[in-house]
């Protein structure tokens, strides 16, 4: 039983030592286990890119959405750039998939014009379990919704420029541009900042600008 124990924990332990891109070679390769291994590694981060935009069920349904759509175009991913950009490429298109189906089926959306306020009537969210945090998300409902994704994304993710134009599918210098006004916009709708630019997580970055 113990040396059965200790396979088990050896093979984790080679699992996280273990890149995203090998696990997507094994997985290509047939490897059901390295797709599972892979989904776990980067689930939070996805589920958490959706729960500060729509209630939890969606988020729970989106979260499954993208990793079922990364299941059916891994081959088309060619490593340019890292498979965590890939994936939020592909979560930042079923939000909008969603969006435009449930709220404006009959109307064009600008994503860089509508804000989540402006389209969920009663948006949910785990992360507002706190004043701080829930004066933050409030704030970020009401920008437009390309503005709370760079922003989050930036932040919270900690995603670079490189990665950033990679997802929002512009370059460098446009992304450059768009954090800028993003956090123009963010300071301008914090009336009180003083509470949020103490902490020292993600939350407290973004405040602070």
């Known amino acids: 039983m113990i040396a059965v124990a200790l396979a088990a924990v050896i093979r984790c332990a080679a699992v996280d030592a ?20 892979l989904f776990k590694r980067h689930f939070d981060s996805v589920y958490g890119f959706f729960e ?3 209630a939890p069920a969606d988020a729970d349904e989106l979260t ?5 759509a990364c299941v059916a175009s891994r081959d088309r991913f060619r490593k340019e750039a890292s498979f965590r950009t890939y994936l939020f490429t592909i979560a930042r298109h079923q939000l909008f998939r969603m969006l435009r189906t449930r709220y ?19 948006p949910g969210t785990r992360l507002a379990r706190n004043q701080e945090h829930a004066r933050l998300i409030e704030v970020l409902q009401e920008l437009p919704v390309e503005t709370q ?10 995603l670079g420029m490189d990665e950033l134009a990679e997802v929002f599918e512009v370059s460098n210098d446009v992304i450059r541009a768009r954090l800028s006004r993003a956090r ?10 003083q509470a949020l630019a103490s902490r020292d997580d993600w939350a407290g970055r973004l405040a602070r600008g």
């Open 18 to 37: 273990t890149t995203d891109v090998e696990l997507l070679d094994r997985w290509r390769g047939g490897e059901a286990a390295a797709g599972e291994a």
């Open 52 to 54: 500060t935009k729509c």
């Open 64 to 68: 499954q959405a993208t990793f079922l």
């Open 104 to 122: 404006r089926r009959d109307a064009k959306l600008d994503f860089e014009l509508s804000s989540i306020a402006e389209l969920v009537s009663t």
């Open 149 to 158: 994704s760079l922003l989050e994304l930036h932040y919270r993710e900690e």
């Open 184 to 193: 123009k916009l963010l300071r301008e709708k914090l009336q009180d900042r």
